[in-house]
């Protein structure tokens, strides 16, 4: 069902999104490297709640052009374990908007202390539609023609998924270096799909300021992300599959809004050619407390 | 049933062992500290500045759990104006805060740059 007629105008929504965060800009904060599809071992604070939409704007080639946001909602659970749960939808050029499907994932650090690599194990369910368009991962043979079709068409597709992520990062120095090994399955009867994503960033100051400032270089996170396909079980190779190089800025806010951009560039044919990544996040801290009396009693 | 003299060593070592897992929640150990951890000197020693950068980054990062005045919440949340502070030297500090305690809330704040835990512990120690 489209919530909104053929020919989009997006203008809108956009005005929208804006508004929101500047509204939001209170009083919190967030502190995270500005990926958009690998993960660091950074995880969300106890009690935090974060709230963030990635979108992806891209054309594929024969089609027209697309908005698909995901709104996250982050929680720290424990120091080592991090809920989550995406909400994805889509608007396409000339076509509509539509829901695609939601995604629940976990995050936790089986080691308690801070080694030179830190693994972190992830799990996660989707139960999308063939017309989720966010791209948060690219695994098997994941290529611009799955982006292409009539929504009508592909939402007819229902993808129910389990997906495994093994993350390992480092910070070195001022560097964070992330690498995930990702594998998934349609709990259908797809076979088991393989992909990756690495991620290089750091602040552009280490030292802090004395000062409140806006535009201070330690504000600023600039880094680059790779990500691809790695085939699947029944054809293990990178022959057909889609892989992406993009180079990646995060901007902190005064008032505890994070926004992030990075353009994206596809490096095989059956890549996008270009796909713009936005974020925008806002953390609310520790929401657990809003439910509690000063003395600890729940309310 | 009153317990037997018999059991009364077993009782208090239950007891001192309990008494030492709910201190190791509130404090942690600095003799866990590696060595070269324990001997390093913060870089921004002696700098005024280093202070107030860390009230900021103590601001945005801290105080949502350790509260404003750095004093805790008396529950889970411990002060950071104790003893057990002003005797850690500040590579016991910075090594913790690179740390955390996962296990027990604490965050790691490995992902913050060095400089910036330098920062706040110049300000950790200011306020003892």
Same mark, same amino acid.
């Not at chain 1, 368009?133 to 229902?158: C, F, M, S, Y």
């Given at each position: 069902? +489209?919530?909104? &007629?053929?020919?989009?105008?997006?203008?809108? #929504?956009?005005?929208? %999104?804006?508004?929101?965060?500047?509204?939001?800009? +209170?009083?919190?904060?967030?502190?995270?490297?500005?990926? /958009?599809?690998?993960?660091?071992?950074?995880?969300?604070?106890?009690?935090?709640?974060?709230?963030?939409?990635?979108?992806?704007?891209?054309?594929?080639?024969?089609? =027209?052009?697309?908005?698909?946001?995901?709104?996250?909602?982050?929680?720290?659970?424990?120091?080592?374990?991090?809920?989550?749960?995406?909400?994805?939808?889509?608007?396409?050029?000339?076509?509509?908007? !539509?829901?695609?499907?939601?995604?629940?994932?976990?995050?936790?650090?089986?080691?308690?202390?801070?080694? %030179?690599?830190?693994?972190?194990?992830?799990?996660?369910?989707?139960?999308?539609?063939? $017309?989720?368009?966010?791209?948060?991962?690219?695994?098997?043979?994941?290529?611009? =023609?799955?982006?292409?079709?009539?929504?009508?068409?592909?939402?007819?597709?229902?993808?129910?998924?389990?997906?495994?992520?093994?993350?390992?990062?480092?910070?070195?120095?001022?560097?964070? !270096?992330?690498?995930? /090994?990702?594998?998934?399955?349609?709990?259908?009867?797809?076979?088991?799909?393989?992909?990756? #994503?690495?991620?290089? *960033?750091?602040?552009?100051?280490?030292?802090?300021?004395?000062?409140?400032?806006?535009?201070?270089?330690?504000?600023?996170?600039?880094?680059?992300?790779?990500?691809?396909?790695?085939?699947?079980?029944?054809?293990?190779?990178?022959?057909?599959?889609?892989?992406?190089? $993009?180079?990646? !800025?995060?901007?902190?806010?005064?008032?505890?809004?994070?926004?992030?951009?990075?353009?994206?560039?596809?490096?095989?044919?059956?890549?996008l050619a270009r796909v713009y990544r936005i974020g925008v996040a806002y953390e609310f801290d520790q929401i657990g407390n809003w439910f509690h009396s000063a003395d600890g009693v729940a309310q | 049933m009153k317990p037997s003299h018999r059991n009364l060593p077993s009782i208090l070592s239950i007891a001192f062992?309990? *008494?030492?897992?709910?201190?190791? =929640?509130?404090?942690?150990?600095?003799?866990?500290?590696?060595?070269?951890?324990?001997?390093?000197?913060? &870089?921004?020693?002696?700098?005024?500045? #280093?202070?107030?950068?860390?009230?900021? !980054?103590?601001?945005?990062?801290?105080?949502?759990?350790?509260?404003?005045?750095?004093?805790?919440?008396?529950?889970?949340?411990? +002060?950071?104006? +104790?003893?057990?502070?002003?005797?850690?030297?500040?590579?016991?500090?910075?090594?913790?805060?690179?740390?955390?305690?996962?296990?027990?809330?604490? &965050?790691?704040?490995?992902?913050? &740059? #060095?400089?910036?835990?330098?920062?706040?512990?110049?300000?950790?120690?200011?306020?003892?």
């Amino acid at each position: 069902m +489209s919530f909104i &007629p053929p020919q989009t105008d997006l203008r809108p #929504a956009a005005i929208l %999104a804006i508004s929101l965060a500047l509204f939001l800009a +209170s009083s919190a904060r967030a502190q995270e490297k500005p990926y /958009f599809v690998t993960y660091s071992h950074d995880l969300e604070e106890p009690g935090n709640l974060e709230i963030e939409t990635k979108t992806a704007v891209a054309r594929p080639e024969g089609s =027209t052009q697309y908005g698909a946001t995901a709104l996250e909602l982050e929680y720290g659970v424990r120091a080592w374990w991090t809920s989550e749960l995406y909400l994805d939808g889509q608007a396409t050029a000339q076509d509509s908007t !539509i829901f695609t499907g939601f995604r629940i994932e976990n995050r936790v650090r089986p080691l308690m202390r801070d080694h %030179a690599v830190n693994p972190v194990l992830y799990l996660e369910f989707e139960d999308i539609s063939g $017309a989720d368009k966010t791209i948060l991962e690219v695994v098997g043979h994941d290529g611009q =023609t799955d982006l292409a079709g009539p929504n009508g068409d592909a939402r007819r597709e229902h993808q129910h998924e389990a997906e495994l992520k093994l993350i390992l990062s480092s910070n070195l120095r001022d560097w964070n !270096i992330a690498e995930n /090994f990702i594998a998934e399955k349609n709990l259908g009867h797809k076979p088991w799909e393989f992909g990756y #994503a690495i991620g290089v *960033a750091r602040p552009l100051r280490g030292q802090a300021s004395g000062r409140a400032c806006t535009f201070c270089a330690e504000k600023f996170i600039a880094g680059a992300e790779a990500y691809g396909g790695l085939g699947d079980t029944s054809s293990l190779t990178i022959a057909g599959t889609s892989h992406y190089v $993009a180079p990646l !800025i995060g901007w902190q806010l005064p008032k505890g809004v994070r926004l992030s951009f990075s353009p994206g560039f596809g490096l095989t044919s059956t890549s996008l050619a270009r796909v713009y990544r936005i974020g925008v996040a806002y953390e609310f801290d520790q929401i657990g407390n809003w439910f509690h009396s000063a003395d600890g009693v729940a309310q | 049933m009153k317990p037997s003299h018999r059991n009364l060593p077993s009782i208090l070592s239950i007891a001192f062992c309990a *008494a030492l897992a709910v201190a190791a =929640t509130v404090h942690p150990h600095w003799d866990h500290v590696p060595a070269k951890d324990h001997a390093r000197v913060s &870089p921004l020693a002696g700098q005024p500045e #280093a202070v107030a950068a860390g009230a900021r !980054i103590y601001s945005e990062h801290c105080a949502e759990c350790h509260k404003a005045d750095a004093r805790g919440d008396g529950h889970k949340r411990p +002060s950071l104006r +104790s003893e057990h502070l002003r005797s850690a030297a500040d590579g016991d500090i910075e090594w913790f805060l690179r740390q955390g305690d996962l296990a027990h809330g604490m &965050p790691s704040w490995s992902s913050l &740059p #060095a400089e910036q835990r330098w920062q706040l512990v110049a300000y950790l120690k200011s306020i003892q």
